[in-house]
C-alpha cells in the first residue's frame, strides 16, 4: 500500500502526501537508531515478498533501536515499521509514511535480534515494543511478531495511533501486554485537522482494549496553537478517564527537532512557526488530566 492510497482527499486537513525518492532511516523521536543495522534484508522476487507479507513471514522495516523507559517499561527493543494511513502535521518521521520505502526484513530475521536481548528484558522487566509509522498497517506481520515474542517469553507493547484497530485480531490483542495509545485530539474536527482522518476508530479501539481488560497507556502531544485549546484536552481527558485499564497518561510536548526530514523531503511543514509549549501550558494540560485521577508525566 502506498501514500497515494491511503492519504485524505480534503487538503486543507493533515500533512500532504509524501512522495519520496529515497528512504531515509533513522529513530522515532529523533532517538539514536540503528535503522536496520544488524538484519539481513531478503532477496527474494518481487512476487515471493507479496506472499511473504501477505503470510506476516516478511514486513517493511523502518529502523530499530534499543531504549530504556521510553517506549514502556524497562529497556525495549522497539522496532519502528514503515506505513502510516495519518498525516499528521507533527510527525517526526514523515518518512515513514510510505510502506514501500521501509526495508523488506524477515519476521524471524527480527526475533532473531530480539532474543539477543531477553536477558535485558528479563533483569529491566522490558520487552518488544512495535512502533511505526502504524504499526496495524502490516497486521499479519505484527501478530507473527507478537506470536515470536511470547513464545520467548518475552513481553510485549504495541505503540498505535488505533486508527486501524479494527486490524489487531483478538487473537494479537491476547499476545499484547500493553498498547501505547497515541490519542491526538479529542473534539473531531480537531482530530481531523491534525491527522486527515476520522477520531472515531481511535476511540472505538481504546474501548476495547479497555473492555479486555489491555494495559493502556495513552499519549497525548501539547502543540501550541492546534492541540492545546482547554476544550479539545478536556474532551481527551474525559475520554481516557472512561478506560478503565489506562495507567499513565504522557503529555509529550510538541518539539522542532523532526522539522529537518521534512526539509530533506522537500514537503510543506505547517508548523514551521510554531513554538514549544512553555512550562505553564504543560502544567495545565497535565493537570487537566491529573483532575480525573489519572497518573500523569
Not at 501514500?3 to 532517538?31: F, K, M, W
Not at 508548523?271 to 497535565?286: G, I, M, N
Request: net charge negative; with cysteine; proline share 6%.
Amino acid at each position: 500500500m502506498n501514500a497515494t492510497s491511503t492519504a485524505p482527499h480534503d487538503t486543507d486537513c493533515g500533512a500532504p502526501v509524501v512522495e519520496l525518492g529515497v528512504p531515509l532511516i533513522g529513530g522515532s523521536h529523533q532517538r539514536s537508531s540503528a535503522g536496520t543495522a544488524g538484519l539481513d534484508t531478503t532477496d527474494a522476487t518481487r512476487s515471493e515478498r507479496f506472499a511473504q507479507m501477505r503470510a506476516g513471514e516478511l514486513g517493511s522495516l523502518h529502523s530499530w533501536e534499543l531504549v530504556t523507559a521510553v517506549d514502556g517499561p524497562g529497556t525495549r527493543l522497539t522496532a519502528f515499521l514503515s506505513g502510516c494511513p495519518l498525516r499528521c502535521l507533527y510527525c517526526h518521521n514523515p518518512d515513514t509514511m510510505e510502506m514501500r520505502r521501509g526495508e523488506p526484513i524477515s519476521a524471524d530475521e527480527l526475533l532473531a535480534r530480539v532474543a539477543r536481548y531477553r536477558p535485558i528484558f528479563e533483569v529491566t522487566g522490558g520487552g518488544l515494543t512495535i512502533s511505526g509509522g502504524e504499526p496495524l498497517m502490516q497486521p499479519a506481520f505484527v501478530a507473527r511478531l507478537l506470536r515470536g515474542a511470547k513464545e520467548m517469553g518475552i513481553r510485549t507493547a504495541v505503540d498505535t495511533s488505533g486508527y486501524l484497530g479494527a486490524h489487531c485480531t483478538d487473537e494479537m490483542l491476547d499476545d499484547i501486554d500493553l498498547v501505547l495509545l497515541d490519542v491526538k485530539s479529542g473534539i473531531p474536527d480537531t482530530y481531523r485537522k491534525v491527522t486527515g482522518r476520522d477520531l472515531q476508530p481511535t476511540l472505538d479501539f481504546g474501548r476495547r482494549l479497555a473492555a479486555r481488560g489491555t494495559e493502556i497507556w495513552v499519549r497525548f502531544v501539547l502543540v501550541p496553537g492546534l492541540t492545546d485549546a482547554p476544550e479539545n484536552v478536556e474532551a481527551v481527558a474525559d475520554y481516557v478517564a472512561t478506560l478503565s485499564t489506562v495507567s499513565r497518561v504522557e503529555v509529550l510536548p510538541f518539539h522542532q527537532m523532526g522539522r529537518d526530514k521534512w526539509e530533506t523531503l522537500g514537503l510543506k511543514y505547517e508548523l514551521e512557526d510554531t513554538q514549544p509549549p512553555s512550562p505553564e501550558l504543560v502544567a495545565r494540560v497535565r493537570e487537566q488530566f491529573r483532575e480525573r485521577g489519572l497518573t500523569v508525566y
